[in-house]
């Protein structure tokens, strides 16, 4: 089986053999456009603040590129492949017109004919404006959302569409997913899956919201549903036949199975082995996802959906996450390091990020003196509100990047150790944490989870985790397996208790931890980061 993952700066795909989930061989295809963030290709105007989208063509050069060198790289010949999967980064979602073609190829001089990248976070108003609707009218299904609809999913970037391109908006013949207009590139078939409707696109109890509500918010809007699928497909189902055209592109051949779209994060539960009940499955990498199976509905608060059949058919799929933790080390990596500090790290031969981790891993919990919010972009759970933005206290003038650096890893521990307590408050156990994504190669930043967590961390036993999953649906869809939940068996893997916590760090952060919930839950009404975000919107326009 061939497994593609579309991720937020490439696309990867990796080979499978069904029988054990093998990975036979892999590779990797760079997005040549990236994030889209400050002017759109060709040039024009700078984007406003807090956009973020992607090219498809960069989507279909992974196709072109990575799918047959990672065939040619496991060395086996293409007509052995059964089937092709595929995940991607959720909300990524793009207009269409009705045959498929994406809408910034008819007008590339439009940024809202451009597909919104999941970390776009201009629609911040226009999800207030829902969700305030919501809440005046009583609406049943925004519990299941955790009280709040994201920025970041499919209403919110289609009200603002069309607040501010109507234009764009009256051509949108679909508003699709990147994980479904994916798969229709693949079959020719236009598809859409149970999961993204029900996470991003407020699909519950076999309907979205009504068509009397999406008026309230603009009378335009009321047929903003016609454009949605309602037709949904199963996770693990057959979404059709690969073309001649994709199978031109990939190398594959013609007929094989494609599988329903996924999204990147609930696709890697089953490559962790890790989708029956109280499993929670923290993806790391940009951003973190935590997704969960459950055989029970509960409301959480500030999650970001409770999902029946949105991980594996049969029972409630949750989502939590955090919408900057990578990107947050990241930022401050590039930004922050002084040039003394780089001139070392390359005299040692290491990275920036591995020469920061070597200074902060040497200090006892609490040495800094800092503590910090990690809302650099946004909170996504639980407060889900993508106009707050970090914040770092304690500082001093004896302060070094390393204390910051680590401080802001610790940061984003005590994010995820507030996702996993709310849970659990909220009646939803969580047994066992399953870490995947590339931040598990930092075995530090690991260690720094387990004892904030205070519990033992499982890891996912591929690179590939994404890829893997995605292979592993697609083997169900062409057969294989019976189901989700059986090929998870067979194919995935995790190695139970890689990371355990040590009882003396972990005490010690439990004061740490006092002290990062007074200054989260101090500025968690938005008031003066609201007010130095809108300062600064206006400077920047």
Partial sequence: MVGVDFGTLSGRAVVVRVADGAELGSAVHEYAHGVIEERLPGGGPRLPPDWALQSPEDWRGVLRAAVPAAVAAAG?????????????????????????TPLCERHPDRPHAWPKLW???????????????????????????????????????????????????????????????????LTG???RNVCTAGYKGIHQDGRYPSAEFAAA???????????????????GGLAGRLTAEAAAWTGLPAGIAVAVGNVDA???????????????????????????????????PGMC?????????????YEAGQSGVGDIFGWFAETSVPASYTREADARGMSAHEYLT???ERQRVGEHGLVALDWHNGNRSVLVDHDLSGVLVGQTLATRPEDVYRALIEATAFGARTIVETFEASGVPVEEVVVAGGLLGNRFLMQVYADVLRRPLSAIGSGQGPALGAAIHAAVAAGAHPDVTAAAAAMGRRVPDAFVPDPDRADAYDRLYAEYRRLHDHFADGGLLHRLRAIRNEAAA
């Fill in 189 to 191: 078939t236009e598809s």
């Fill in 217 to 235: 918010l603009n009378p335009d809007f009321a047929d903003f549903t016609d454009k949605l699928g309602h037709d949904l497909a199963p996770l």
């Fill in 119 to 185: 970390k776009h976070h201009a629609a911040q108003p226009h999800a207030d404006r829902i969700n305030a609707l919501a809440a005046e009218r009583g609406e049943p299904w925004l519990a299941r959302y955790g009280g709040k609809i994201s920025a970041e999913w499919e209403w919110a970037k289609g009200l603002q569409v069309l607040e501010e391109d109507p234009a764009t908006y009256a051509e949108a013949e679909r508003w699709i997913e990147a994980a479904d207009w994916i798969v229709w590139q």
């Fill in 76 to 100: 086996v010949d293409p007509a052995d492949v059964a089937g092709i999967g595929t995940d991607f980064t959720a909300c990524t979602v793009l207009p269409a017109a009705a045959d498929g």
């Fill in 305 to 317: 959906g409770a999902v029946r059949d949105g991980i594996v058919p049969g029972l409630w799929g």
């Fill in 358 to 360: 070597s200074l902060a």
């Fill in 266 to 300: 609930h696709v890697t539960a089953a490559a962790a082995d890790a989708v029956r009940p109280g499993r929670m499955v923290a993806i790391m990498g940009t951003s973190t996802c935590h997704v969960m199976a459950s055989d029970r509905l509960a409301e959480v």
